[in-house]
């Protein structure tokens, strides 16, 4: 075969992979021979030496060798089988849960045993549980490996012995004919131009014997650099091709007389801000453009971007187009509905409303006024995806809380407005304000406009810190509050996984409240509620039938109640900043002073320490946003669906900062000069995980 087709064979041509192994593989992106060099080690186990008992320390993982002392069953509320080891500087348990008889056999008083394993604190001493292990013979050295150990990303059944393997039958046809270097002269990252792409491959995957542990580990050797390089490269080059799909398209010119949004502008109880007026400004220069408009608006909490949105969507209804507004939960949809009725209804505008909840014969009349061009502006939620949804004449699609939705469900809609060249505007708006090193990664299809001012007459939520065993005064203040006529919301962020144990701990906490405070009316809502019965809950709480709501975080992207003044969030240890960040922009939505309880079980971590007193200190979403992406990573702060796009496998959007600021020039230069070799690129890194279709 010849060598450049060795590579791009499926993985069933390895020796060991059968069907069911192929379908594991599958699971974590590898199809062809060459995935499974592109399937990078997570984390490196340094077993190159032997660390004395006497020298361990918690959660170290180590290689340890010593002599059985003690073997026995301990019964307890689980079975399990101990082995006392020692090696004359210290002892430590070895714990297994699950063993055979034979286990039990070998594992007697008197063997030499190496074990591979994270060293935890046990009832009565330092142990490991479930090791990997060897039995030794009594007498002689026996060597230590000499390269540190990869550790992969993996799926349920396929284990790392496994991987390592198929990894080292892969890196047996890697050559730089098999291989051929993509990057050309003008995009190529200088730091690491000592190493090849073959030779970065072959360094992060088998590390020699004097490869420096520590920088290897954290993941800044040169070698993972010139691996990352070439990641966030091929990364920028999907988006930009993206991109440049959209700019084949033609849009329609969305240009009115600017009346019909001064009337919008004359009634509307407040003026807009510098920044709603310089975002609206580049919003309509786009609009007016015959190329689709592709723009995120990010704008934190309560900074105006309904306003923003409807002036667009009456731009392209003045301009003889439909527009249509989606949000991600059908509670914040019709809250977006009933906004736009009553903003654009006395400008003659008929906005219809589309959502899962609707009857068979309103959501007949709806598609048929939609598709005969009566409904001029649509708003609702994923509903509107669904293939019978036409529209007569579609000019802007406006997505709300853009990290709900993932790139292809995005274009999914775009696409509703296309007849074979054409295809609508879009506009994408997030209440999660993004550091701009992740905004130019994640959204480098988009262009960026940022609201940074927020309204007069919002008033800054004062938010205080304090441990759960002064519940009772917390009460009290909620007490208090309700006799102000004031409205609370109380959100049990919980410390179980399971969504069945969180909603159960959430009904327990709205009882123990109901009985705290008898006089007061107490709403619940949660996950596993039926839409319909949240909604009734929201509606209520809304209209001040209920003096306070209990929820999980469903309230997170929610209603606007602007007599709710106080928040109480439990065990905010467990959230992550934006997250909090947008909760706490539940509460200070109207004229009244507002407050928000952060409740924490202690002890606090320094790291829980410096979030909450982040959040103490700052309203400002981004210097949050920023902290968060620090403290959680790039993945937790877009959310799992934000981009559509893959999970990096050696990039690193925080430690590897550095290289994104070239990463503009560099995708220009390929694009240009080597417009082929940025195809192979693209295909080498993300082959199976982007879909470009119907783009």
Not at 443 to 461: C, H, K, Q, W
Request: charged share 20%; with cysteine; proline share 5%.
């Amino acid at each position: 075969m010849a060598a450049d087709k060795q590579l791009s064979q499926p993985v069933t041509a390895l020796k060991g992979v059968g069907d069911k192994v192929a379908e594991r593989l599958i699971k974590i992106g590898v199809q062809q021979v060459q995935d499974l060099l592109f399937h990078l080690p997570l984390r490196y186990q340094d077993r190159t030496r032997l660390m004395p008992l006497g020298a361990l320390r918690l959660q170290q993982e180590v290689l340890i060798e010593g002599v059985i002392q003690l073997s026995q069953v301990k019964f307890g509320r689980r079975r399990s089988l101990l082995c006392h080891v020692s090696d004359g500087t210290g002892a430590i348990i070895l714990r297994f849960f699950h063993f055979s008889k034979a286990q039990q056999q070998q594992l007697t008083k008197g063997r030499r045993i190496r074990c591979f394993g994270e060293v935890r604190n046990g009832p009565a001493s330092l142990e490991m549980v479930h090791p990997e292990y060897q039995l030794l013979a009594e007498e002689g050295a026996v060597p230590v490996e000499n390269e540190l150990t990869p550790v992969y990303p993996t799926t349920e059944g396929l284990h790392q012995l496994s991987l390592r393997k198929l990894i080292k039958q892969a890196l047996s046809c890697l050559d730089q004919e098999t291989m051929p270097e993509l990057l050309i002269d003008g995009a190529r990252l200088h730091q690491s131009a000592e190493y090849s792409l073959v030779d970065a491959l072959q360094y992060v995957h088998q590390p020699p014997p004097d490869a420096p542990v520590q920088q290897l580990l954290d993941r800044h050797h040169p070698a993972q650099k010139r691996l990352a390089y070439e990641e966030l490269l091929a990364q920028q080059l999907t988006m930009k091709k993206l991109r440049a799909q959209t700019q084949h398209h033609t849009a329609p010119v969305l240009q009115a007389k600017q009346d019909k949004r001064q009337a919008l502008l004359d009634v509307l109880p407040f003026p807009l801000t510098q920044a709603q007026k310089r975002v609206t400004h580049e919003i309509l220069q786009d609009m007016a453009e015959p190329r689709p408009m592709q723009r995120l608006v990010q704008g934190d909490v309560g900074s105006g971007k309904t306003v923003v949105a409807a002036l667009a969507a009456i731009e392209a209804v003045a301009s003889g187009c439909q527009a249509v507004m989606m949000a991600p939960t059908e509670l914040l949809a019709e809250q977006h509905f009933r906004t736009f009725v009553n903003w654009l209804s006395p400008m003659n505008i008929e906005v219809g409303w589309c959502a899962g909840k609707q009857t068979t014969s309103e959501r007949k009349q709806m598609l048929a006024r939609l598709q005969a061009g009566e409904i001029s502006v649509a708003v609702g939620t994923h509903a509107l995806f669904q293939d019978e949804v036409v529209f007569n004449n579609l000019g802007l699609v406006i997505i709300d809380e853009q990290h709900r939705f993932g790139v292809h469900q995005r274009l999914a809609l775009r696409d509703k407005g296309c007849d074979i060249d054409s295809m609508p505007h879009q506009l994408v708006m997030t209440a999660t304000p993004i550091p701009r090193t992740l905004a130019m990664t994640a959204y480098a299809d988009l262009n960026i406009s940022v609201i940074d001012e927020m309204p007069p007459g919002r008033t800054p939520v004062t938010t205080v810190v304090l441990p759960d065993n002064r519940r009772h005064d917390v009460i009290e203040r909620v007490y208090a509050a309700c006799q102000q006529q004031r409205q609370v919301y109380w959100v049990c962020t919980l410390i179980e996984e399971s969504e069945h144990l969180q909603c159960q701990a959430a009904e327990d906490t709205a009882t123990s409240l109901q009985d705290s405070l008898p006089d007061l009316r107490i709403g619940l809502v949660h996950g596993r509620m039926k839409t319909k019965d949240k909604d009734t809950v929201m509606t209520a709480f809304k209209e001040g039938q209920l003096d306070m709501l209990v929820a999980t975080t469903v309230i997170e992207v929610g209603v606007d109640v602007p007599n709710a003044s106080l928040m109480v969030i439990e065990n905010a240890e467990r959230l992550g900043l934006a997250q909090l960040h947008q909760l706490r922009g539940r509460v200070g939505r109207g004229q009244i002073e507002s407050h928000c309880v952060l409740m924490y079980h202690p002890p606090l971590s320094e790291n829980g320490q410096a979030r909450l007193k982040c959040l103490r200190e700052t309203n400002d979403g981004f210097k949050i946003a920023q902290r968060d992406l620090e403290i959680r990573g790039p993945g937790e702060v877009l959310g799992t669906r934000q981009t559509g796009l893959p999970q990096f496998r050696v990039a690193d959007l925080i430690d590897d900062q550095d290289l994104l600021s070239v990463m503009d020039n560099a995708a220009n230069v390929m694009l240009k000069e080597a417009p082929k070799q940025a195809d192979a690129l693209v295909n080498r890194w993300f082959a199976h995980k982007i879909d470009f279709g119907n783009v």
